[in-house]
Each structure stands twice: as C-alpha cells, then as structure tokens.
C-alpha cells in the first residue's frame, strides 16, 4: 500500500465518517453495535494495510494500536451479539468483560510509546501539558462524573476504573497537544491521533453520563463518537506525515519563572482544594480522587520543579564557564588567570606553597602570519598553540590566553626546580612549525619569567607585570637580531624580572 496524500486522508476519512454516522442514526437501536463494530475493524483493516504495505518508522506503537483495535473490535461484536440476537440489554460476560480493559490497555501504552518519544527531547513541556489536562479532568470528574456515578449507586471498583481511564486519556491527550506544538511536520497524524483520543474521551464522560439508572445502557449518540475514534486511528496511520512521528521537532525552551511555579503550586493544590471544597458543601470526601490525582499529579509536579532545577543549574554553570573561558581556544582567559593566580599568591605569602612560577609568552610572528593570510589562519594558529601549551605542563599547571597572541603559563611549586624544565617544555612545544593547510607558520614565542617564593610579599598584578616586562626583553632581543625596531618595555612595579 504506497503512502496516501493528506487530502485523500481528509477526504475519505470525512466521506466515511459521514457514511458510518448516517447508517448509525439510521440502523434500528440493538443493530447500532454492528456499525461500531464495523467501524473499529475497518480501522484495524486500515492499520494492517499501512504496516504491511509500506515502511514506517519504528512501527511498535502502531502494531500496539492494531492489538488494541482488535481487542475492542472483540468486544463490539460480543456487544452486538448480546444485544441485538440474544436481546440482552447490553453485553456480558468474560470476553466482553476483558476485551474492553485489554483493548484500552494497548492503546494506552502505544500512546504512552508515542508521547515518550517526545518527552526525551521535551519532557518539561510534556509534564506541564500533562499537568493541565489531569487538572481538567480531576475538575470534571469532581463537577460530573463522581455524582452521576453516586446518583446510579455505582461500585468503588466502577468509580475507580472510570477515574483511572479518564485521568490517563486526558492526560495523554495534554501530551499529544504538546507534541503537536513541538513537531510541525507531524501535526496531521497528531491530530488524527487527538480526535481519537478525545473521542474515548468523550465516549466515557457520555457512557457515565447519560446511562439509564436500571439499564445501564448510554444515550444513542455515544456510540457514534466511538465510530469517529476509531476512524480518527485508521486517518492517523493513513496520514502522510506518520513518517515524521519518528523523528521529534525542535523542542520549546523553558525558564524556570516565578508564573511557572505558581502554576505548579496550583496544579499540586487543585485535588486538596477539591476535597477541601467538597467537606464545606458537606459531601463525603472522595478519596479515590485524592488519592488517584495525587499519584500522578505529585510525581509528575516534582519532576517539573527537579528538571527545572536542573536546567537552571546547568544555565548558571555555562554562564560562568563562558565567564572564565577564551572562546576562540577554550583555554581559561584573563579573568581566570587573574583569580587562579591571586589564590596561588595568597598561599605563597602565607607560606603554604614552596612558590609560583609565572610564564608570559608572546608569539613571535604572529602579526605577519594574521596580514599574509587572514585572521581565520591566525585564529587557527592560536588554537594549535593552545593545544600544544596545554599538553606541555604538567596536569596541575595552568595554562591561558591573556589576550591576542598573548599566553600566561602559572606552576606552583619550588621556582628553582620547575623553571629550567618548564621553559624547556615550552620551547620543545612550540618549535615544530605548523601546517594550515596551504600555509606554514611558525608558533614560536618570547617567553618571559618571573617567580615568588614561599612567604615573599608580592602580589597577583605585580607577577603578571613583571613577567610581561621579561617577556618583553625577549622580544627585544629576538627583534635586535633581526634588525626590527624594538617594543617598548612594560611597567615592572617593583618586581624583579627574573633572567
């Protein structure tokens, strides 16, 4: 079977729902279930067909949504053998009593498959469209469907199985619409997919609301909303845009916000409120309800709030990362170099440290690398340096980009041990020219020292000024064997340079 377009969808979905209706309201009331019966196998015919004749991406749910059909064609045909030849008020018996439950059961886990999918990239947006509609349907239940069931005197086990049905299905529906927002290429088989699920919906507040106290049996027009569900099924899988069920759009981005906790604050308050409510009118408490709602609602609302935690954590985390962090090289930058050696100096004065040695480098040819061949070559020149300082010191070091073409090596331990060795590593690093691609540069630099040992009273700035004066000297010396004009020298604040 090749894929339909989206106007055959819509239309021979509308031409059959308008058929089946008709013969619905026309068919004397005991033959009525042979309609609903031919109408939720024509949606398993349906289904078979799509999955057997064309590929579909991840077909489980859909198979799932075949079984359910089935199971609730089973008991359509076992309500209209009970009703309309053995004249029965309404089915009866184990396989009418089972197929139903079964049937929803299935169809509850392939829509569950289905939502999940997009809870993975979007499972704030999904937990608060949940939220909502379990809240509509707790206010539902509370406003008309608990006292219909009291006034037909229905079991506790009737009370609770039709609370559970119409929590999960309103609740999948919240997160079919928020999957709808997400994914604008799906929206034609999540669509199908909402009037199907707003139809079983509705077919159980109807059944609940509208049975015959001695009978049981529902108004007449419920049954032809369980005919529009299950074609809504069949024009799901029919749809074009099923392919695209697989693949979740771009998820809403979400801000923990003041508006955003109140609203999780009402959605845990709301079954409280309703049970309080209740008291003060001087009915019995529903329990069921409290607790039922509860289970969902408190869970579903704390996992809100921890995700949102999170998200705002993570935030926070990669704003000050991107505060301390050079963008181009991904080495810490000046504000970094600047707080990581003050604490090293305060240990040195303190006498906790054996000293800190500073290396300030500049590169050597930088400037006529950025001239000849643009600043995208330079910029891939800084990134190579970086990664070869980086790999040159010891695991402990600190290593940074002071700014332009500019590098700061700080290492804490005795000066007189770790400068020979430090250099030599540097230099040994940075000897290798690079290649970028068509492009040979050379990624050697002037390196100036400075060093404090334990106890001596210097100072954060005053290191990094004298290390750049050294460095400088360097730079002098380097220039004057080429016969270029020399740099002017850097303030030293009254630390030494170290030779």
């Known amino acids: 079977m090749g894929p339909w377009s989206a106007a055959r969808v819509h239309v021979t979905s509308a031409l059959t729902a308008v058929v089946l209706v008709a013969a619905f309201w026309a068919a004397p009331r005991p033959w009525t279930?042979?309609?609903i019966a031919l109408a939720s196998a024509l949606a398993v015919v349906a289904l078979v067909a799509v999955l057997r004749g064309r590929p579909v991406p991840d077909p489980a749910p859909w198979w799932l949504v075949t079984l359910a059909l089935g199971a609730l064609t089973v008991h359509n045909v076992e309500s209209l053998r009970h009703v309309a030849l053995l004249g029965h008020p309404r089915g009866s018996g184990p396989v009418f009593d089972l197929s139903l439950p079964l049937g929803y059961a299935a169809l509850l886990v392939a829509a569950m498959v289905v939502v999940f999918r997009y809870a993975r990239r979007d499972a704030g947006g999904v937990i608060e469209a949940v939220l909502v509609a379990v809240g509509a349907a707790s206010l539902m239940w509370a406003l008309l469907l608990e006292p219909a069931l009291t006034r037909a005197d229905a079991p506790a086990g009737r009370r609770v199985y039709v609370l559970v049905v119409v929590l999960l299905i309103t609740g999948i529906a919240g997160a079919v619409v928020r999957a709808a927002l997400v994914s604008r290429e799906a929206r034609g088989t999540l669509g199908y997919l909402l009037v199907a699920v707003a139809s079983i919906?509705?077919?159980?507040?109807?059944?609940?609301?509208?049975?015959?106290?001695?009978?049981?049996v529902a108004a007449r027009w419920v049954g032809a909303v369980w005919v529009l569900g299950y074609l809504g099924l069949a024009a799901a899988a029919l749809h074009p845009s099923l392919v695209h069920l697989a693949t979740p759009g771009r998820p809403?981005?979400?801000?923990?916000?003041?508006?955003?906790?109140?609203?999780?604050g009402a959605t845990l308050a709301l079954n409280p409120a309703l049970a309080a409510l209740q008291h003060m009118r001087g009915y019995e408490i529903d329990a069921s309800l409290l607790l039922v709602a509860s289970v969902l609602v408190v869970p579903l609302a704390l996992a809100r709030v921890a995700g949102l935690v999170r998200l705002q954590t993570a935030t926070e985390a990669e704003l000050a990362r991107l505060a301390t962090r050079d963008e181009l090289t991904g080495l810490p930058n000046r504000r970094a170099i600047d707080l990581h050696l003050e604490e090293s100096v305060d240990r040195v004065r303190a006498g906790l440290s054996a000293g800190v040695l500073v290396l300030f480098l500049d590169l050597d040819d930088f400037k006529a690398v950025n001239d000849a061949h643009g600043h995208g070559t330079g910029d891939e020149l800084l990134v190579t340096v970086a990664r070869r300082l980086r790999a040159a010191v010891r695991e402990h070091d600190v290593v940074g980009r002071f700014g332009g073409d500019e590098f700061v090596v700080v290492a804490e331990g005795d000066p007189d041990d770790l400068r020979a060795s430090a250099v030599a590593r540097v230099v040994e690093a940075l000897d290798a020219p690079v290649r970028l691609g068509p492009v040979t540069a050379s990624a050697r630099a002037s390196i100036g020292t400075v060093a404090?040992?334990?106890g001596e009273p210097v100072t954060a700035a005053q290191l990094l000024s004298a290390a750049d004066a050294s460095m400088y000297d360097r730079k002098r010396e380097v220039r004057a064997r080429r016969g270029e004009d020399a740099p002017s020298r850097a303030s030293v604040d009254g630390v030494p340079a170290e030779p």
């Open 201 to 216: 919906l509705v077919g159980n507040a109807g059944a609940v609301l509208t049975a015959d106290p001695q009978t049981q």
């Open 252 to 264: 809403l981005v979400s801000r923990l916000t003041d508006r955003r906790l109140v609203f999780l």
């Open 452 to 454: 404090a040992r334990s």
């Open 33 to 35: 279930g042979a309609v």
